[in-house]
């Protein structure tokens, strides 16, 4: 199980223009295509039946939109820590993710400031590419992390 304190907490103080976020990789398989469609309860047959994707026009099936919101969240998280905050999320589903296909999170640190509050703001460039297609999910976002001694 993680805890609080199983996990270490990211604080603004620490955290530089360029920093790279430790990103991580996630293998398609077709196992994950299961998961992906039973827990969305996106039913839509573009998401799991290789025919009717192929009628449509596409190379194979492909993951939908919210697991690639969720992958792209779990770095935003990982990175936050538990008493960090996702204050913002923006992306674009430009490239299909398929079985087969690993996926490649990674993000840099692009501006480190206080809002008007005080609070300590970290912007984000963030990504998501796959094997076959490059980048296939370009991001932005804002998280909010706690200052030492908060």
């Avoid at 991580?24 to 573009?46: N, P, R, W």
Wanted: glycine content about 10%; aromatic content about 10%.
């Amino acid at each position: 199980m993680v805890t609080k304190a199983s996990v270490q907490q990211r604080y603004w103080e620490d955290v530089r223009e360029g920093d790279e976020l430790p990103g991580y990789d996630l293998f398609l398989s077709e196992t994950k295509v299961a998961e992906q469609v039973s827990g969305s309860q996106d039913f839509y047959a573009v998401h799991h039946d290789r025919d009717f994707a192929r009628a449509g026009g596409h190379k194979d099936i492909f993951f939908n939109t919210g697991f690639t919101r969720a992958a792209l969240s779990r770095l935003l998280t990982d990175f936050a820590g538990v008493d960090g905050w996702v204050r913002r999320l923006s992306y674009e589903m430009r490239k299909m993710n398929r079985p087969g296909d690993t996926l490649r999170l990674r993000g840099n640190v692009t501006r480190v400031y206080r809002d008007s509050g005080g609070a300590g703001l970290v912007d984000i460039d963030l990504w998501v590419d796959n094997d076959h297609e490059g980048i296939a999910t370009p991001a932005t976002a804002t998280v909010e992390l706690p200052a030492r001694g908060s």
